[in-house]
């Protein structure tokens, strides 16, 4: 008997780390309260962007967060969705820092790659956390993107 399986379902997943670049830096020459002034309105774009697409943002942390797409529902578009959620954000950093008052925002960097998960019950604010290799590999494809680049594994 085989107890993982007993407490989740396996399902096909596109996950998606988003972090931004340069985070550290804007942390060092700002006040912490114009820190949380300038990056909470547009993390909160960055995730809305996400959601949008159909990404159910999993976890939060600090300056990034990790988002799964096609679950708990199966999703045909999942792939093109989760692109799609990525370079609106892309977008949403771009216009927010070519207005003149806005204080310059530190680049999104995205990292895309999809593959068979184990989704478990958890006390996660989404439900659920999801086990397997595509989750460490788009952890690892969003470090490696540098500042505005969105790297994507076979979706």
Known sequence: ??????????KFAVLLFADLSGYTELCRRLDPEDVVATVHPVM?????????????I?????????????VPRAD????????????SMRRLVVERNAQPS??????????????????????????????????N??????DAAPAGAIYVDEV
Do not use: K
């Not at 045909?76 to 370079?87: I, P």
């Not at 990292?111 to 989750?135: D, Q, R, W």
């Open 102 to 135: 806005a204080l310059p925002f530190p680049d999104v960097h995205v990292g895309i790659a999809a593959g068979e998960v184990l989704v478990v019950p958890s006390a996660e604010p989404c439900g659920f956390n999801l086990i397997g290799p595509a989750i």
């Open 58 to 70: 999993c976890t939060v942390a600090g300056d990034g967060f990790f988002a799964v797409f096609g």
């Open 1 to 10: 008997m085989n107890r993982a399986r007993e407490g989740g379902e396996r």
């Open 44 to 56: 909160s774009a960055l995730r809305d962007a996400t959601e949008q697409q159909g990404g159910v």
């Open 137 to 142: 590999l788009a952890a690892r494809l969003c």
């Open 76 to 87: 045909a578009d999942a792939g093109a969705n989760a692109v799609r959620a990525a370079e």
